[in-house]
């Protein structure tokens, strides 16, 4: 295949690269797992709460995606389908923890870092003591009320798109996604005082 070929592939639907990922066409495969590498492991982060956690859950996600992409109904994106299958990692994930498994604790290192160095040291302590408030307030909601707010004001994805992930419809989505911001802005107003 010549470099026009590959990069008139990199420019193809989902669709077209599942029609030939079904077919055997491994470059097909690979562009898509490489399209939603980074989305999925992002959702990940942010739904499971750690990085260790979330390369587990894009891993697993993946091997799900290439063992059963035989099995994907075009009936929904392949997006949703990839989070639909993140998200019942993820779920996996906190019953085994919930059953006595290790913990993994929102307040890692990596997560305290700030990226800059540039920045003056109070703004820089102003930004961890944020963050940790923030991470701290997100760990405190409801793993669906969680993903709800995620899927809408991190990802960035419509209403309609985030209930169809979650797998429900948009007035469930809408009423988690609002109680979410207002649990999440109590316990922001709550940690000021």
């Known amino acids: 295949m010549d470099a026009t070929d590959r990069a008139a592939r990199g420019g193809r639907s989902d669709a077209a690269l599942v029609a030939a990922a079904r077919k055997g066409d491994r470059e097909a495969l690979e562009a898509l797992l490489a399209r939603y590498a980074s989305p999925v492991y992002r959702f990940g ?3 499971c709460g750690s990085e260790e956690v979330a390369r587990d859950v894009l891993q697993e996600t993946l091997m799900t995606a290439f063992r059963g992409l035989h099995a994907f109904r075009e009936q929904a994106r392949l997006s949703t389908w990839l989070y639909q299958v993140a998200r019942s990692h993820c779920s996996r994930e906190r019953r085994r923890e919930a059953r006595g498994g290790v913990a993994v ?9 700030v990226p800059s160095g540039e ?3 109070d703004e820089a302590a102003h930004a961890r003591k944020l963050g940790a408030e923030i991470r701290d307030a997100l760990a405190s909601l409801s793993a669906t009320d969680r993903e709800a707010l995620l899927l809408r004001d991190v990802e960035g994805l419509s209403a309609e798109e985030a209930a169809s992930k979650s797998g429900i419809d948009v007035r469930a989505h809408k009423s988690r996604l609002h109680r979410a911001r ?4 109590e316990k922001l107003d709550g940690g000021d005082t």
Do not use: I, K
């Not at 207002?182 to 802005?185: A, I, K, P, S, T």
């Open 105 to 113: 604790s929102l307040d890692e290192e990596a997560a305290r870092v």
């Open 119 to 121: 920045r003056p040291p």
């Open 182 to 185: 207002m649990r999440l802005r």
């Open 45 to 47: 982060v942010r739904l």
